[in-house]
Each structure stands twice: as structure tokens, then as C-alpha cells.
């Protein structure tokens, strides 16, 4: 069951700028644990976007950006392109009442 | 280059076990927390479990507590995931997932290509 709450879709024309958010609670987002993004391609296997909110793998374009501020994150793609078209989810760490890794419940990316 | 490939991935009836493997290479392999990451069939992403690199802490979500057992020989680079008391709600691709750091579960920097474990009768 995921605690992380996401939109189930958005959707922007090639080349504009779409965002993602992410909103937790006080015991992950709102208690300071990074926030980290993953790609999920059709068919694939997820991949790191963004790690410790805001920073990029080599490899991953800089139209790809993330912020993290109270409760909430956001992953913001600029220059929307038709690759961009995929699954997103966001990811955090929470502590209560045990240690556990938490998702964040997907949107998908839809380039008209 | 970094690769992990899961193995032992078939259709098991209610009830049932199984075990499924990852073989790691292309990095140090006892020194990164491992994790298993389970997708259901059109569904979002669900962390289970993770190991640390000296095997003595393993974590799971609620959801397998009980149930699953998480380990690894690092004398093999492999980790592996024992599943029991397998239900229809465990049906899902398993995913073996690196972590960049040993000790507490971060991130997942690498993925392997996944596993599918389906539970039917």
C-alpha cells in the first residue's frame, strides 16, 4: 500500500513543462528523508531519475529536475519530448512504524 | 557494468513456495544493501525486503513479514528471496534492486530485468 500520493496522470504537448507531485506525511517527506524518482518505460524495468531530491544520474538529461519542500516533492520535465512518455513514481524512506521503503503511487506521462 | 538477473520465476499454486535468485556482477557485491522490488500485473511499485552487505539486518515490508526470507552469499554475488504461504496478491514481477550505500535502505541505483511469480491455482 502505498503512502506516497501522486497523480494518476498528466499530460503536455511536446516541448512543454509538465510537474509531478508527491505528497507524504510528517513521517517520511515532512521528516527530511530524501525523495527520489524512477523512470518505468513500457515494458521495462524502472530506473533512477532523480536521487536525493534534486540530483541526476549521468546519463539523465537536464530537462529532468526535482524539488522537495514540507511534505511534499515534485519531479518537473521541461522541454516535454515522446520518450518522456512513461510511469513515474517517487520514493522515500519511512521509519514508523518500522523501517521501510516507500512508493509513491505512479503517474503516467502522456505526450499529445 | 553493473548487472543483475533474476532467476526461479514460475507459476505456483496457493500456498505453495518459492524461491527466486539475482545474480549480481560488475561491483563489489557485499558491500551494498540489496533490496526486491515486486510490481503486480498493471499496478505501481512495492518495496519487500532488503539486506544489508553483511547479512546480519534484513528488513520487509508488512505485507511479506513472516512469510518471506531474504538472503545472500556473498561468496556468490547472489541474493535470493524464499517466499511461503504464497497467496494470488503476491502474483507480481520481482525485481532485484541495488542500493548505493550498506546499511539503512535508500535508494535503488540499479535494477535487474525482473522475475515473474505468478500464484494460481
Known amino acids: 500500500q502505498s503512502v506516497l500520493t501522486q497523480p494518476p496522470s498528466v499530460s503536455g504537448a511536446p516541448g512543454q513543462r509538465v510537474t509531478i507531485s508527491c505528497t507524504g506525511s510528517s513521517s517520511n517527506i515532512g521528516a527530511g528523508y530524501d525523495v527520489h524518482w524512477y523512470q518505468q518505460l513500457p515494458g521495462t524495468a524502472p530506473k533512477v531519475l532523480i536521487y536525493?531530491?534534486?540530483n541526476r544520474p549521468s546519463g539523465v538529461p537536464d530537462r529532468f529536475s526535482g524539488s522537495r519542500s514540507g511534505t511534499s516533492a515534485s519531479l518537473a520535465i521541461t522541454g516535454l519530448q515522446a520518450e518522456d512518455e512513461a510511469d513515474y513514481y517517487c520514493?522515500?524512506?519511512?521509519?514508523?512504524?518500522?523501517?521501510?521503503?516507500?512508493f509513491g503511487t505512479g503517474t503516467k506521462v502522456t505526450v499529445l | 557494468e553493473v548487472q543483475l538477473v533474476e532467476s526461479g520465476g514460475d507459476f505456483v499454486q496457493p500456498g505453495g513456495s518459492l524461491r527466486i535468485s539475482c545474480a549480481a556482477s560488475g561491483f563489489m557485491f557485499s558491500n551494498y544493501v540489496m533490496n526486491w522490488v515486486r510490481q503486480a500485473p498493471g499496478k505501481g511499485l512495492e518495496w519487500v525486503s532488503a539486506i544489508n552487505g553483511g547479512s546480519y539486518i534484513t528488513y520487509y515490508a508488512d505485507s511479506v513479514k513472516g512469510r518471506f526470507t531474504i538472503s545472500r552469499d556473498n561468496s556468490k554475488n547472489t541474493l535470493y528471496l524464499q517466499m511461503n504461504s504464497l497467496s494470488a496478491e503476491d502474483t507480481a514481477i520481482y525485481y532485484c534492486a541495488k542500493d548505493p550505500f550498506d546499511g539503512t535502505p535508500y535508494y535503488f541505483d540499479y535494477w535487474g530485468q525482473g522475475v515473474l511469480v505468478t500464484v494460481s491455482s
Open positions: 536525493g531530491n534534486n
Open positions: 520514493q522515500s524512506y519511512d521509519p514508523s512504524p518500522r523501517t521501510s521503503l516507500v
